[in-house]
């Protein structure tokens, strides 16, 4: 791109919140990776796969949510789930992932896609919503508390190389701290990590 040409701009009014559908599949994955890249999270980037929406979109398809501009093109989505406990008459709701592209941050995509999200939820008796999202992340915090979410607490990632070449000897990075709202909630599913929410890669005020 030439330096003096500008980025196309998102209209918001153009945009339309959908359920999202099997086809769009592909294109929320590749939005995925265009938002976290190692730069930005070396836990995102880790996390990110195609497995990871194949995994909402077959579990809950109906808290899998897509932004839709006027050309059919996804710029935005919500993945989650519902989080129910043992002993427990509460139910609750787990917003996993929300991505905007670039291009449509600050146009209150991500406020339509999260308020969507949580009428879905609401009309499924969840009583709390949950989202998460590194400590550091200021931009993505701001805006989830703007969107009625609090109770921030903090929770460390670690990780350890398990290469044989290291003998043994591996060291953990550099702790990753992520601001997260506990009620003690389990995991959304049996043998599968929960997943970080960056919100965007860039978020802008919306």
């Not at 200021?138 to 460390?156: E, M, P, Y």
């Amino acid at each position: 791109m030439n330096p003096d040409d500008k980025p196309p701009l998102c209209k918001s009014p153009s945009v339309s919140i959908r359920e999202m559908e099997i086809d769009d599949i592909a294109q929320v994955f590749h939005l995925g990776e265009r938002l976290y890249t190692s730069s930005f999270s070396r836990v995102l980037y880790r996390t990110w796969d195609p497995f990871e929406v194949t995994y909402y979109f077959n579990g809950d398809p109906e808290y899998c949510l897509v932004a839709e501009d006027k050309d059919g093109e996804v710029v935005g989505f919500a993945l989650g789930t519902t989080i129910e406990k043992d002993h427990s008459a509460w139910k609750y709701g787990y917003l996993a992932w929300l991505g905007v592209s670039p291009e449509c941050q600050g146009h209150k995509v991500g406020h339509r896609l999260t308020t969507d999200f949580e009428k879905r939820m609401r009309a499924k008796g969840v009583r709390i919503l949950l989202v998460d999202t590194e400590a550091t992340n200021a931009k993505a915090i701001r805006f989830f508390q703007r969107n009625g979410f609090s109770d921030a607490r903090n929770h460390v990632w670690m990780s350890k190389t398990l290469d044989k070449n290291t003998h043994g000897d591996a060291k953990p990075i550099k702790p990753i701290t992520r601001a997260k709202k506990q009620v003690g909630a389990s995991r959304p599913r049996k043998g599968r990590p929960s997943p970080t929410v960056p919100a965007f890669a860039a978020p802008a005020p919306d």
